[in-house]
């Protein structure tokens, strides 16, 4: 059987979680795709998945192969737009992902816009307060707030976002406002679960360990704010979450001139992605609305 016939079933098999769903969605029969995988796992000669009658499930063979068959079906799809050409209409699925706020106010937008203009795409969109693994994932675009790690990923950096403290006024007339960056040990804080969560925080020059327990940790940007704004105590969010409710008046921002240099924003891809014409278009727009709204 072809080879990237049964790399395609397999991704397809650990991606739906069964064989009759990837049949389903390569239309094959599913005798066939069962047949494929067998012929891949005896060229390999090892087993990619532990069979029941309940469920499928990756061995470690097999989920230390997926990332290499995706990378792999990823380039030859790559090497095929090349072929055809960079300029072409954007067609097919855009799969983007990003921080759940940033993604409704910026992203979404841009995603709109995009579909609007050019019948032939469509987009699906991963809203999550994670950092996914791309490449596993079959990420086309993602969107990460914060330093990067080092990697193979292509990152072009779009703009960039302050950290803020913010807390109600109510608490502040109950509990008084930090001075200093030290005042805070003696406050209520409301930390985050998440990529910029950590046992402290960064300031200007300095750090501040959060070595006391936090009065709160939640896992959401909106429970942090709803928690602030309810007098909980003081939360630590970027400026593009909190500005509406700062501008309003039901959070203050605290400690200004301690903020530290502002958080760079990248979109990260896989190099063979950067020809595809969804992504250039996409890229392009980001810089563009995040240049729009002062986040440049």
């Not at 097999?62 to 068959?69: H, I, M, R």
């Not at 990697?151 to 930090?178: D, T």
């Not at 209520?188 to 910029?196: E, S």
């Amino acid at each position: 059987m072809d080879r990237l016939l049964t790399l395609e079933m397999f991704v397809a098999v650990a991606g739906e979680g069964g064989f009759a769903a990837a049949a389903r969605k390569l239309g094959h029969s599913p005798p066939a795709v069962t047949r494929g995988i067998a012929a891949l796992e005896d060229r390999l000669g090892t087993s990619l998945f532990h069979r029941s009658t309940r469920a499928v499930v990756l061995t470690d063979a097999g989920a230390a192969f997926l990332g290499e068959a995706r990378r792999i079906l990823g380039d030859l799809a790559g090497a095929e737009r090349a072929v055809r050409g960079a300029a072409a209409e954007p067609r097919g699925q855009l799969y983007l992902t990003a921080p759940v706020m940033f993604g409704r106010l910026h992203m979404l937008p841009v995603v709109s816009a995009l579909l609007a203009e050019h019948d032939a795409l469509t987009a699906r969109m991963m809203l999550v307060d994670r950092n996914v693994r791309i490449v596993e994932e079959g990420i086309d675009v993602a969107l990460r707030i914060g330093p990067l790690a080092d990697s193979a990923l292509k990152a072009v950096r779009i703009g960039a976002v302050r950290q803020m403290l913010v807390a109600s006024p109510a608490y502040l007339a109950r509990q008084g406002a930090p001075a200093v960056v030290g005042d805070l040990a003696d406050h209520a804080l409301i930390a985050m679960d998440g990529p910029r969560a950590g046992g402290e925080w960064q300031f200007a020059g300095t750090r501040l360990k959060l070595e006391a327990r936090p009065r709160l940790v939640v896992n959401t940007v909106d429970g942090a704010m709803a928690a602030a704004e309810a007098g909980v105590g003081i939360a630590n969010l970027l400026s593009y979450q909190v500005m509406d409710a700062v501008d309003a008046g039901r959070l203050i921002s605290l400690l200004a001139g301690d903020q530290p240099p502002a958080l760079p924003v990248h979109l990260l891809f896989e190099p063979s992605r950067a020809a595809l014409p969804s992504v250039r278009l996409f890229v392009a727009a980001m810089k563009a609305r995040l240049r729009m709204a002062g986040l440049a």
